[in-house]
């Protein structure tokens, strides 16, 4: 998963981009949301940057009532931007 960020200020700045998960289909109850990961960016005035994250099915995974490791296939959303509640959200099937 990608995005563009761009510093539209006057001075150089530092964006910290978040990557967050959520899983819908957890056999057991989750947090709404997860951060996954993380990139800090170093931008100059005017400039933008692009921030690629990489995605796998064990950001989805939990333990289970029995306490084994478990990825649930089903649906899941991915979100990125500067903190959990704003920037672009995607939904995507986990495979069986």
Do not use: C
């Amino acid at each position: 998963m990608s995005i563009e960020v761009t510093n539209s200020g006057t001075r150089p700045g530092r964006e910290v981009v978040q990557l967050y998960v959520r899983n819908l289909v957890a056999d057991v109850t989750r947090p709404i949301v997860e951060l996954a990961d993380w990139s800090a960016v170093e931008l100059e005035p005017g400039h933008s940057k692009r921030v690629d994250f990489e995605v796998d099915a064990s950001m989805f995974g939990y333990y289970g009532q029995n306490m084994k490791w478990r990825v649930d296939p089903g649906e899941v959303d991915v979100m990125v931007g500067p903190n959990s509640a704003s920037g672009p959200r995607a939904r995507l099937e986990l495979p069986k």
